[in-house]
């Protein structure tokens, strides 16, 4: 007759702590993952928070100039930063132009950090 304990299988205690070993590092990787995402959110949306602010004083001082003049027709430029310009246009004391324009060339930036390192 055989014993109930011969029937089962015995799982080593190595094969279990390699299990949690794994669960671990696959936890420590989604961590830095997530890190890595909300550092890259954040940063840009500093960047945007930035261009609005720069965008809408441009665009008040446009509106002052405009209404300074009481919508005689006339075409100016607004500087947004370093490399964008509002374009406004009035004919007729109506707005036909109201458009953000680049004042110098496009390059694509083809740098894609994975990961960055702060002192």
Known sequence: ??????NRTVINIGTSLMVVILIGLAFAVIAALAISSSQNNYNLSMKLASHTEEYYAASNAANEK?????FADQEFTETINDSQVLSVKVENGKITKWKVESTNGWEADNTQPVMTIED
């Open 66 to 70: 405009l209404a300074n003049t009481g």
């Open 1 to 6: 007759m055989k014993n109930k304990a011969e």
